[in-house]
């Protein structure tokens, strides 16, 4: 079965950048599985941030940016904030109507 | 505006029945999949199938096949998720989500969760 990775956690001073990443346990992550990234705080919903690899959801701030880098996806926070500490997961499309999501980043901003 | 509407917090017994519901509201219902993704509790997201109301297609993770049954009812705009026989492992948070209009693989949408909490 496929197995999505992420860092379980990541720390991130205020002003900082942090690239949080996503990767697959057979093979690399491409364009063609269309990561996605997703926002949670502690008891709400998941927020679409990212899309289709590099595409940032309305209303999402430009400091989130999506991309390939290497082997895996990735997300990069460019000047951390203290309202980003968050819970982070990637999706990816396996194909066949099939989505798999990574096990999720903890980000702490101190 | 676009909103997925779930239905309320559930206990349940080991072993009961359960069907919960996501209405979706501000756009053409079966013209778009519906998910539904898993949240154990202080644990990560977990996808676990997808309908699309129009026809009844629906997908299944190989984690969830044959644990619980996705279904929809395109009358009244809701999608559900149902188990036969609740565990106490069923406890979890789940979240219905609708798949991006444009075939970019992503969910735009997300529903506010409903709580199912399964205990003797």
């Known amino acids: 079965q496929t197995v999505v990775t992420q860092e379980p956690s990541f720390s991130v001073s205020p002003g900082g950048t942090v690239t949080l990443t996503c990767a697959l346990s057979?093979?690399?992550?491409?364009?063609?599985?269309?990561p996605s990234w997703y926002q949670q705080t502690p008891g709400q919903a998941p927020r679409t941030l990212i899309y289709s690899t590099n595409t940032r959801s309305s209303g999402v701030p430009d400091r989130f940016s999506g991309s390939i880098l290497g082997n895996k996806a990735a997300l990069t926070i460019t000047g951390a904030q203290a309202d980003d500490e968050s819970d982070y997961y990637c999706e990816l499309y396996m194909g066949s109507g099939i989505w798999v999501f990574g096990g999720g980043t903890k980000l702490t901003v101190l | 505006e676009v909103q997925l509407v779930q239905s309320g917090a559930e206990v349940k017994k080991p072993g009961e029945s359960l069907r919960i519901s996501c209405k979706g509201s501000?756009?053409?219902?079966?013209?778009?999949?519906i998910a539904w993704v898993r949240q154990m509790p202080g644990k990560g997201l977990e996808w676990m199938g997808i309908?699309?109301?129009?026809?009844?297609?629906?997908r299944y993770s190989p984690s969830f096949q044959g644990q619980v049954t996705i279904s929809a009812d395109k009358s009244i705009s809701t999608a559900y998720l149902q188990w036969s026989s609740l565990k106490a492992s069923d406890t979890a948070m789940y979240y219905c989500?609708?798949?991006?209009?444009?075939?970019?693989?992503?969910?735009?949408?997300w529903g506010q969760g409903t709580l199912v909490t399964v205990s003797s």
């Open positions: 989500a609708r798949q991006d209009p444009a075939g970019l693989y992503y969910f735009d949408y």
């Open positions: 501000g756009y053409s219902f079966i013209n778009y999949w």
């Open positions: 057979s093979g690399s992550v491409s364009t063609s599985y269309y």
């Open positions: 309908i699309y109301p129009g026809d009844s297609d629906t």
